[in-house]
């Protein structure tokens, strides 16, 4: 739904959005995680992460293929596996450090329970090395190791579109089928037998969708008045039935139990783990009334908060992680200060002042002002004016002898 072209500000808008969302949603029992998109429809801001890391993933990385060649294309996207691979790593290590202090200092080990790091605490030489290998993948930080492994599959999707795009086609179906039918299951723990919570050969459908879109192998979709009434159609229907039973919702069966009924029934069409059809479809829709309402080249996301919005954007994979460190924190503070309205949006505010500083604080990096250019410094040795100090070290040391 974005053409490929330079960094289009709908792409950054959005995955801005989804990292506050994700937050939200991930700080334990967070009165405001009653409103996010996931109470009110079959798909959240997990599909939207990973719709707009395919789009992200078309503008980077398939010029690299078709500029020089499969080899070095894959040894770019290998190279952001590694990347996202450590991340994951040090993230979930950092939460555990957090976890164990706060389970120190209160000695009750709730931490400990309600992140369900019980088993590792319980046995760390036994799950260290699932831990590195991801043969273990804790609860909670399984959203990661889902998108790396479907990084992996980017060249594999390359080289069937370099003889046939129809491949890609049948490729990707035939994985989230395969994966909707139990056959591609991985485990994620395997002392219980717990399998991965985001399985990876269900959700690719979700990332090559906007790969698709970024490549142009799929038309942006037109602006018709049919297509805008099945999408609000769908979105309307799907909020009465869409909600989890275990929280509370205001806009499913929390109100109307019997609705319940139904959610079940729908059970396999709009299950997170696979990417139910229905699912998919119901975020299809919602992404294409996200880009009407966004406008032609989101003219109408323009102001200081969507800029705002755009910058964190920019720096999914950091602001995420700092989302992942920062969630038990806040969580912990809600349970001192207590979760009424004032010191539920005290909180929340927090957190989202922590992405925008972390983003802000990311791109600042990235620029590199130490590098940018300084006054010409005079040197009274034009042997050493040279910007390999170790070749002028050995000239200037051949010019003393």
């Known amino acids: 739904m974005i053409q490929a072209s330079a960094r289009d500000p709908r792409l950054d808008f959005f995955r801005g959005l989804g990292m506050f969302i994700i937050l939200i949603a991930h700080v334990p029992w967070n009165p405001w995680a009653e409103w996010i998109p996931a109470r009110f429809?079959?798909?959240?801001?997990?599909?939207?992460?990973?719709?707009?890391?395919?789009?992200?993933?078309?503008?980077?990385?398939?010029?690299?293929?078709?500029?020089?060649?499969?080899?070095?294309?894959?040894?770019?996207?290998?190279?952001?596996?590694?990347?996202?691979?450590?991340?994951?790593?040090?993230?979930?290590?950092?939460?555990?450090?957090?976890?164990?202090?706060?389970?120190?200092?209160?000695?009750?080990?709730?931490?400990t329970q309600g992140m369900r790091l019980e088993p590792l605490f319980a046995d760390f030489r036994a799950y260290a090395p699932g831990l590195l290998t991801l043969r273990y993948i804790p609860a909670y930080f399984d959203i990661l190791p889902m998108y790396l492994a479907i990084l992996a599959m980017i060249p594999v999707v390359m080289a069937l579109a370099k003889f046939d795009r129809r491949l890609v086609l049948l490729f990707v179906v035939g994985a989230w089928a395969a994966s909707d039918l139990g056959v591609l299951d991985l485990v994620a723990d395997p002392h219980t037998g717990r399998e991965w919570f985001f399985n990876p050969f269900g959700w690719q459908v979700l990332f090559f969708t906007g790969f698709a879109f970024a490549r142009g192998w799929l038309p942006p979709p037109p602006r018709d008045r049919r297509l805008t009434a099945v999408a609000i159609g769908l979105v309307i229907l799907a909020a009465p039935v869409s909600c989890q039973a275990d929280f509370i919702c205001y806009a499913g069966y929390g109100m109307a139990p019997s609705l319940g009924a139904i959610h079940d029934w729908l059970g396999p069409a709009i299950d997170k783990t696979h990417v139910g059809a229905l699912r998919y479809a119901h975020f299809i829709a919602t992404a294409y009334l996200a880009f009407l309402v966004a406008g032609p080249m989101g003219c109408n996301l323009r102001g200081q908060a969507g800029e705002i919005i755009r910058r964190v954007g920019q720096q999914t994979l950091a602001v995420f992680l700092t989302g992942l460190v920062t969630a038990p924190i806040l969580g912990m503070i809600l349970d001192h200060v207590g979760r009424g309205p004032i010191a539920s949006a005290l909180v929340n505010g927090l957190g989202i002042a922590i992405l925008i500083a972390a983003a802000a604080a990311v791109a600042w990096f990235k620029s590199q002002p130490w590098r940018r250019a300084s006054s010409p410094r005079v040197d009274t040795h034009p042997s050493l004016a040279t910007s390999e100090p170790g070749i002028a070290w050995a000239r200037h040391s051949r010019s003393l002898s």
């Open 41 to 111: 429809g079959f798909s959240d801001s997990a599909d939207l992460f990973v719709f707009c890391s395919g789009l992200a993933s078309g503008l980077a990385f398939a010029p690299v293929f078709l500029q020089r060649g499969w080899l070095l294309g894959s040894a770019r996207v290998v190279h952001r596996v590694w990347q996202v691979y450590w991340a994951h790593i040090g993230g979930f290590m950092v939460v555990v450090a957090i976890v164990a202090a706060a389970d120190s200092s209160f000695g009750d080990g709730r931490y």
